[in-house]
């Protein structure tokens, strides 16, 4: 922030310089006074309102974690990286169980965040035979049962809040064998938590991020019209025409106004935190076509990012 503050004074206008130099020093002034970094990030908004001059500033965590540094100096506060976090009208829960490991996660429209990982040790089956074999057995089985537990509570501690809330729209249960029927089975959840979960548990072979990502992409059916699952299918449809090379997709942000003037586009795929966003998104809804929002937080989101410029498009038919 300091080397930014240098810099500033390089601004010609003398009223445009004094305004960010004081805002710069604002938030100077607030971070000097931070030991650490929240878990979640830290936000920083400072700034002259140009009406009145009063100065305006604003330091908090948000209540999502935010795994991007973005610093701008503009007429305006950008909040679009805090908006998803708060738009949680279809929250859904997701549980990957298996004997021994076990992970918590909510999807959003704005993606998806892991809640807890939880891992306990649990031996094989015994080998000797006889009474101490079955002995062996109940001890491992009661071992099992007690993980079971100790999932459902945790599951129960993070997921009922949201449905008191009347924001958790159903749960998703998967896993690797049987597990996962057993959990279920066995009601260790609350039971207004096990009338949400939807379909037949899933069948995932990872736990952690992986084993959430391939959850979500084998419950799409389930998931229909949820913002992060439409906009990862729109992004798959934008790969497909491009692998083609069939003329349909298309890159490029002075491509994309000229196909959007002339009514070509279908889908509009874009990052929530792409400059003029808000302008194309009106361009592409008064022409017709479908606005898809991406956020930056999510991998596919820092592709288009880095490859596209933070902006692509799925064309109704081939132009030159």
Known sequence: MRREYSIAGNIKLKRTRDSVQTALQMAIDDLVRIPKIPDNGLVIFAGIDPDSGEQIHMLFEPPDPVPIFFYRTDKWFHIEFLEPMIEESEVYGIIIIERDQATLALLKPS?????????????????KGGQSQRRFDRIIEQMVEDFYKKVGERANREFLPYLEEKKLKGILVGGPGYSKIDFLKGEYMDYRLRSLVIGEPIDVSYQGEAGVRELLEKAKEFLKGHKYVEGLKA?????????????????????????????????????????????????????????????????????????????VAILRYRID
Do not use: C, Q, T
């Open 235 to 311: 992004l798959e449809e934008f790969k497909y025409h491009l692998a083609k090379d069939d003329g349909l997709a298309l890159y490029g942000r002075k491509e994309i106004e000229e196909a959007l003037e002339m009514g070509a586009v279908e889908k509009l795929i874009l990052l929530e935190e792409v400059e003029d966003a808000d302008k194309l998104a009106s361009k592409a809804s008064e022409k017709g076509a479908e606005v898809i929002y991406l956020s930056e937080s999510i991998p596919e989101g820092m592709w288009i990012r880095k490859v596209f410029n933070g902006a």
């Open 111 to 127: 993606g998806f965040v892991i809640l807890d990982e939880i891992e306990d040790y649990i031996p094989g089956k015994h080998s």
